[in-house]
């Protein structure tokens, strides 16, 4: 997910409260307009590649890269977090779609392609606040990014059980112009930006484009509503098993990340980082990549809403019950504590 994560203050809070509020309103006024005027509706949907355009450039603008620099210091952890958000928890996602969804193809798939991708940006504030490694955490951004473009093909093949199916020459020409273009772009013009301006300057602009990634979701989410709404609401009684699957999967790697941060001895800093990492899910890039390259499927594009509406209140959920478990450790015995996590 995207917010700020730029400020000193505590980010996260207000972005979680806008985008929700903003995607809730964005689902409600586009299935108003696709009821009242289907026309309208229909013509928004058909606008769509304008918004994805605006913001996979925009999601590609605000990445650090040269967080990757600090990576050589942290390599333990950041294989830890990597091999359990690129293997594990897409295993476990898989498994929680099928236990619910198995005979609702379109919208398992929507849901295992919202839990194989771990967040580029959100995760870091929501580490800022329980007290987690934000350092650490920036290099894993970039990571997170390249691993899951790349290893999307290969997911949507082993894990879709032929529901949908795309020509490998397909998928790669999509991706090729959908993204490894705009993504060229878009650093390019981050090198450029941040090279004119000083450092303060180049900050501001780089906060701009985190306040308009929100409003840019909402819009995509109402023209997908508008367009679509009439298939929407047919399955409309089975978006509650959507709900439950995506509880169980929070539940899930919660306990997760309790367990492999015991197993490797973690300090709190980075028990928290991890906790975050394989919480969050990067469902606005998933979602721009998925309607590029799966046109036309509403239910697996409404999978992936629900997931990242539902996300933002668990998240928060998520901070407290580190910041106690923070405050239960620290009142134990160093020996039971295990690491220091000052």
């Known amino acids: 997910m995207l917010t700020s994560t730029r400020s000193t203050n505590m980010p996260g809070l207000p972005g979680v409260a806008?985008?929700?509020?903003?995607?809730?309103?964005?689902?409600?006024?586009?299935?108003?307009?696709?009821?009242?005027?289907?026309?309208?509706?229909?013509?928004?949907?058909?606008?769509?590649d304008?918004?994805?355009?605006?913001?996979?450039?925009?999601?590609?603008?605000?990445?650090?890269?040269?967080?990757?620099?600090?990576?050589?210091?942290?390599?333990?952890?950041?294989?830890?977090?990597?091999?359990t958000n690129f293997t594990v928890i897409p295993l476990i996602g898989y498994g929680v779609a099928s236990l619910f969804l198995s005979d609702r193809p379109l919208?398992?798939?929507?849901?295992?392609?919202?839990?194989?991708?771990?967040?580029?940006?959100?995760?870091?504030g929501f580490t800022r606040l329980a007290g987690g490694n934000v350092a650490l955490g920036a290099t894993l951004m970039p990571?997170?990014?390249?691993?899951?473009?790349?290893l999307y093909p290969l997911y949507l093949a082993l894990f879709t059980q032929q529901t949908v199916q795309v020509e490998a020459g397909v998928m790669g020409?999509?991706?090729?112009?959908?993204?490894?273009?705009?993504?060229?772009?878009?650093?390019?013009?981050?090198?450029?930006?941040?090279?004119?301006?000083?450092?303060?300057?180049f900050e501001q602009v780089l906060a701009?484009?985190?306040?308009?990634?929100?409003?840019?979701?909402?819009?995509?989410?109402?023209?997908?509503f508008a367009g679509n709404i009439a298939v929407i609401m047919e399955h409309r009684v089975e978006f509650a098993w959507v709900l439950l699957a995506v509880f169980t999967f929070?539940?899930?790697?919660?306990?997760?990340?309790?367990?492999?941060?015991?197993?490797?001895?973690?300090?709190?800093?980075?028990?928290a980082l991890l906790t975050m990492t394989i919480a969050a899910r990067n469902a606005p890039l998933m979602l721009a990549v998925t309607m590029a390259v799966l046109p036309d499927q509403p239910l697996i594009y409404a999978a992936l809403v629900i997931g990242m509406l539902v996300e933002f209140p668990h998240l928060t959920?998520?901070?407290?019950?580190?910041?106690?478990?923070?405050?239960?450790?620290?009142?134990?015995?160093?020996?039971?504590r295990g690491p220091s996590s000052t």
């Open 18 to 48: 806008l985008t929700s509020l903003l995607i809730v309103g964005a689902i409600a006024l586009g299935a108003c307009l696709g009821h009242a005027v289907p026309s309208g509706g229909q013509w928004l949907g058909d606008q769509l």
């Open 50 to 83: 304008y918004t994805l355009l605006a913001l996979i450039g925009l999601l590609f603008f605000g990445v650090r890269f040269g967080a990757l620099l600090q990576a050589v210091g942290n390599l333990r952890f950041l294989l830890v977090a990597l091999v």
């Open 107 to 124: 919208l398992m798939v929507g849901l295992v392609i919202y839990f194989m991708s771990p967040c580029t940006d959100w995760f870091l």
């Open 143 to 150: 990571l997170n990014m390249i691993l899951q473009l790349l």
């Open 173 to 201: 020409d999509t991706l090729l112009h959908w993204f490894l273009l705009p993504f060229v772009i878009a650093v390019a013009l981050h090198q450029v930006v941040r090279k004119a301006l000083n450092k303060a300057r």
């Open 208 to 224: 701009l484009a985190d306040v308009i990634v929100p409003w840019v979701i909402a819009l995509l989410v109402l023209q997908i």
């Open 250 to 271: 929070f539940v899930a790697t919660f306990l997760i990340g309790e367990g492999i941060s015991r197993l490797f001895r973690l300090p709190f800093p980075d028990h």
């Open 317 to 336: 959920v998520l901070r407290r019950v580190l910041l106690a478990l923070r405050q239960r450790n620290a009142g134990l015995p160093s020996a039971a």
